[in-house]
């Protein structure tokens, strides 16, 4: 709850994107969740969704982003530029990407996403029955699989949470199995 606390402190409340104070909660930006306050925003629910692509885009709800974009937080500035990048095709996201200052190891870690890249240059992960998986979802395993270098065989049923995307290989993706993180081949995964 402490870590809870902190971001609802840092943000005054708020949602650190669009400012919004209804219907908040804390959203974890992948693909390095350590679940603490430097990887985390409080966030209202419209963005959430808007950012999982579970509801359709909004370009207008998107516009508070000319404020955020100059948080001090990594994270803020890490969804600030994904979801600039995404609406670039408005135009006048291009013209707060041109403005944008993010150091390196920021940009990096927003790019992580494959979001500046173009649907034809995207790595795209599918589990074995062809649903896209996004870093952050959970798989189920749906084999027995030797885990090579952990002794152990992670069985058939286990719940991967959270899981990291391999962004050169379309069939690897990484998660925690027994405490262990392990690269698991999407062949062997269905969705949660």
């Not at 870590?3 to 400012?19: A, D, I, Y």
């Not at 670039?88 to 940009?107: N, T």
């Amino acid at each position: 709850m402490i870590f809870v606390k902190k971001l609802q402190k840092r943000s005054g409340n708020k949602c650190e994107l669009s400012g919004s104070e209804e219907n908040l909660a804390v959203y974890s930006v992948q693909p390095k969740p350590e679940g603490t306050e430097k990887d985390s925003v409080y966030i209202s629910q419209t963005c959430i969704d808007q950012i999982e692509k579970k509801t359709e885009m909004d370009p207008n709800h998107w516009r508070c982003l000319n404020d955020s974009m100059w948080s001090e937080v990594d994270a803020v500035k890490v969804l600030a530029w994904r979801m600039l990048t995404r609406l670039k095709a408005e135009g006048w996201p291009q013209d707060l990407l041109d403005m944008f200052y993010i150091e390196d190891d920021v940009l990096e870690w927003a790019k992580a996403t494959g979001e500046d890249l173009s649907d034809e240059d995207r790595v795209i992960h599918k589990d074995v029955n062809g649903v896209i998986l996004n870093a952050g979802d959970s798989v189920v395993l749906i084999k027995d699989l030797k885990v090579k270098g952990g002794g152990f065989t992670a069985k058939r049923g286990t719940a991967v949470r959270r899981i990291n995307l391999d962004k050169d290989n379309q069939k690897y993706i990484e998660g925690k199995v027994d405490g262990q993180t392990v690269v698991i081949i999407t062949d062997y995964v269905k969705k949660m």
